[in-house]
């Protein structure tokens, strides 16, 4: 698999998130900085993420994501856009529940031509941890069969901190 990176676009207030290769761990300091920007944006509208070229997603990633979609709720009333015309990935998000939270589309999506790379950001291990903790328990709010899921690991991690 590919490394993961993320690239991204604007185009008055809408933002395209494009996830490539396997987008794991080591990028949830940087995902969750950008998405903090972006929020902060007066100009901020609407969010499309592009799954179209991702070849891997873990639950922590999957977590943040979900996070993206509350905040844009809570804070524009909107509904976020995943687009993913891979499979396994779509089926990944199926199971999740982001067929709830997210508008799923599964055909490929417009190319963005102005694609910008987010610059990685490095995280501690303590960081790291919250970031774990905090994306699994997004997705036990979800639904159900998320909580129970993911219950043990969240546990485990709480006493670890």
Known sequence: MTAGKIQFAENEGTYVLKFVGDVRLTLCSTLDTFLDKMFAQPDFKSVIVDLTETEGIDSTSLGLLAK??????????????????????????????FDQV?????????????????????????????????????????????RQAFKDLVKSLECDG
């Open 68 to 97: 993206l979609s509350i905040q844009a709720k809570k804070k524009l009333g909107l509904v976020p856009t995943v687009v993913s015309t891979n499979e396994d990935i779509t089926r990944i998000l199926l199971s999740m529940g």
């Open 102 to 146: 997210f508008i799923l589309v599964r055909e490929q999506a417009q190319p963005s031509q102005s694609l910008q790379e987010v610059p990685v950001e490095e995280c501690s291990e303590e960081s790291a941890k919250k970031k774990v903790l905090d994306a699994h328990k997004v997705l036990m709010s979800l639904n159900e069969k998320n």
